[in-house]
């Protein structure tokens, strides 16, 4: 089955640094999001993404925060100046069609310290 | 907006014994609904779905689910659980429309097997 990948699978960082969390969606796929897990939490939604824009966003994924697809392949999740509580897992994850099932990446845990 | 609620953090089995873990979910329209199943250091996998027809959906590995909308229920079912079935177990739901999928997650449900 394809998969979504995730890079890197674990990231530390300082409070305040920026981090930039890179995925490479299915390659035919349209829709692309980004979840988070902050341990011992549910998964939550932060932010979806269609033909070069953001189509929703929650209200976690505020100014700090933005996404990318600069070329067509990857998808990227930048944090602008990281807090603690930025430390989760954070699940890529894209579709092709409407109503079709999400693919998962492995997620990439951030560890800010 | 929606919300999902998982009455199970945590459930412990033995081998072969049944399993039925609760999800519950608020919203006034028509809704989609997952399980998704989370193998320890893998990644969300989608279970299986409820779009609409038969409200009785079977999915991968012997899992099936039913949706009881006078309940607003969809639980989880497996007539016998294995060791390999020892994973968090997330029901979620999402609105359909719009071309996309936001989907709101449950807290999860950690599965133990004990062989």
Not at chain 1, 26 to 43: E, P
Request: hydrophobic share 35%; aromatic share 14%.
């Amino acid at each position: 089955e394809p998969e979504v990948t995730q890079t890197p699978s674990h990231q530390v960082t300082q409070m305040g640094q920026e981090v930039i969390l890179r995925c490479v969606p299915i390659s035919n796929h349209l829709y692309f999001y980004w979840y988070r897990q902050i341990l011992g939490q549910k998964v939550e939604f932060l932010v979806s993404f269609y033909n070069n824009e953001i189509s929703e966003k929650s209200e976690i994924f505020d100014d700090q925060f933005s996404v990318e697809r600069p070329d067509g392949s990857n998808f990227t999740l930048k944090i602008r100046s990281t807090k603690l509580e930025d430390s989760a897992m954070y699940f890529c994850a894209s579709h092709r069609d409407t109503n079709e099932k999400l693919f998962f990446g492995s997620g990439t845990q951030l560890s800010v310290l | 907006a929606q919300s999902v609620s998982q009455h199970n953090h945590h459930v412990i089995l033995s081998e072969a014994a049944s399993l039925e873990l609760g999800c519950n979910y608020s919203y006034g329209g028509t809704v989609n609904l997952f399980w998704y199943v989370q193998y320890p250091g893998q990644h969300l996998q989608l279970l299986l779905k409820y779009f609409s027809g038969d409200p009785l959906v079977k999915g991968i590995k012997g899992f099936e689910a039913e949706f009881i909308k006078s309940k607003f229920s969809f639980n989880l079912r497996k007539p016998s659980v294995q060791w390999s079935d020892t994973a968090e177990y997330f029901c979620a739901v999402n609105a359909p429309g719009g071309g996309y999928q936001k989907v709101t997650f449950g807290t999860g449900t950690k599965l133990q097997v004990i062989p």
